[in-house]
């Protein structure tokens, strides 16, 4: 997937910025591609963290940290 000068891997879970290789967390890869998959949508934070969380998000009290 290539979004200007961003390019997205989703096989070899790599980003690549300008020709260079930047070094993601397995979190902010899967946010990065959630929010890629996703243009010109509005997303809850709900929806983002069930996401990210998977059934784990039904434990947070609040979505504030998104």
């Known amino acids: 997937m290539v979004l200007g000068s961003m390019s997205i891997n989703p096989v070899r879970r ?3 910025f300008i020709n260079q290789l930047v070094e993601l967390t397995r979190k ?7 929010l ?5 949508r509005v997303l809850t934070k709900e929806t983002i ?4 969380l998977g059934d784990n998000s039904d434990l947070m009290e609040s979505f504030d940290f998104i």
């Open 14 to 16: 790599e980003l690549t």
């Open 36 to 40: 890629a998959a996703n243009p010109n």
């Open 49 to 52: 963290a069930e996401h990210l």
């Open 28 to 34: 902010e890869f899967d946010l990065l591609l959630f």
